[in-house]
């Protein structure tokens, strides 16, 4: 832990642990009736502590590519983006069908379909624009990075606000108004879309993980890559940097919010810069934290989750998918589970919030024998 690459490596697992958490607690209440407001993303409009969840693992993509960018982009390299771009959409896909079986109302688009495609297109986008040394290597160009960030920012504000949608006219961000959900239901379709992404009516109009808005997220990775340059270059300031510049990305988007709101389903400019912004802060902390012999024993479990994220991610997923579809008598596993917490914990929204923890619990418990074993899921 003493030397610099062990401890970017811990403050990251640290950091993607504390996401990984974050995504498992808020996918797994005991009851959708109960929920905290801090444990439920905004309806539209707006922020709460879950809307900075998926946000910050794109972020820490961000900061695992760029810590890992090797000196030589060839053909193998190539092949292994190509790899990891496609196993993480396979499987979102293999998740989709397991979870709703049959194509007609197959979702194309997702959480993991999202990190695969923000990989793979930051991925490519730096292995073709890296700096060739004096010696024939490649470097990260931070400046590229980061003009390509901020004219993704004011590209994608400028066309959601100024394009108009036929039949509700430019700038119009409801659900069934904004230009990225008409661009994903003329490309997707509103059958394969988020099942959720409503208007008024219950017609599906837009998909929070959608194709159109997947240009913002790209942000996110690529604000991620410029951290982890930072730590890498001037590793006994980055911490004090990596917050700066997490402030200065927070007030960013809050000063662009009313113009563009912030807001998750649309992944709006402001909402890319404020998530962006409290994810390089989270970043600082977990930097702080992984240098703590003292903390680290109690953060274990983070670090655990944070070195077989997708893992850990995949069970969580399968432990609620199981909960729903098998039965005890005629009431699911889940009821029984938070009628059972229910009985300890009076408070329906705790008893809720304890079902979480539990699987959390369960997630970390299932992980440990692999991790012993050194079987961690490397798409």
């Known amino acids: 832990m003493a030397s610099a ?14 996401a990984v958490t974050g995504m498992i607690i808020v996918n797994t209440p005991g009851s959708g009736d109960y929920v905290w407001w801090p444990l439920d993303h ?11 969840v998926f946000p910050a693992f794109l ?22 983006v190509a790899r990891r771009t496609a196993s993480l959409i396979a499987l979102g896909w293999a998740w989709q069908m397991l979870a709703r079986p049959g194509l007609a109302t197959f979702r194309l688009m997702g959480v993991l379909p999202r990190i695969g495609l923000c990989y ?15 010696d024939g290597g490649s470097r990260l160009n931070p400046w590229l990075i980061g003009g390509t960030a901020l004219l993704l920012l004011l590209g994608y504000a400028a066309l959601m606000l100024l394009v108009p949608v036929p039949g509700f006219g430019p700038g ?4 069934e108004g904004n230009l990225a959900g008409y661009i994903d239901r003329v490309i997707l379709t509103p059958a394969h879309m988020w099942r959720y992404g409503t208007d008024a009516a219950g017609r599906v109009v837009y998909d929070p993980e959608g194709l159109f808005s997947t ?11 410029l951290a982890a340059i930072v730590w890498q270059r001037v590793p006994d300031r980055a911490i004090w940097w990596v917050a700066l510049g ?17 807001n998750k389903r649309l992944w709006s400019s402001s909402y890319a810069l404020f998530s962006s912004g409290l994810s390089a802060l989270l970043l600082a902390l977990a930097m702080l934290a992984s240098g703590r012999a003292v903390l680290n024993r109690w953060f274990a ?9 997708i893992l850990g991610y995949m069970v969580s997923l399968l432990l609620a998918l199981a909960g729903t579809r098998f039965y005890l008598g005629a009431t699911t596993l889940n009821a029984h589970a938070f009628a059972a917490m229910h009985a300890i914990a009076p408070d329906p929204y705790l008893a809720s919030f304890l079902c979480s923890l539990a699987v959390l619990a369960l997630v970390i418990g299932l992980l440990v024998p692999l991790h012993r074993r050194g079987i961690h899921l490397r798409l």
Do not use: E, H, K
Request: net charge neutral; proline share 10%.
């Open 5 to 18: 690459p062990p401890t970017r490596l811990t403050g990251l697992d640290l950091f993607r642990g504390c």
């Open 42 to 52: 905004a309806p539209w409009d707006g922020f709460t502590p879950t809307d900075l």
């Open 59 to 80: 972020f820490a993509v961000g900061v695992a590519l760029a810590l890992s960018f090797p000196r030589t982009v060839d053909a193998a390299l190539w092949r292994r």
């Open 120 to 134: 793979g297109i930051v991925a490519a986008f730096v292995m073709l624009t890296a700096r060739r040394d004096a």
């Open 172 to 175: 119009q961000l409801t659900p």
């Open 215 to 225: 240009l913002p997220s790209l942000v996110n990775v690529l604000f991620g890559m």
């Open 246 to 262: 997490g402030v200065a990305l927070t007030v960013a988007g809050l000063l662009l919010d009313p113009i563009f709101p912030i």
């Open 301 to 309: 479990p983070l670090y655990l989750l944070g070195m077989n994220a």
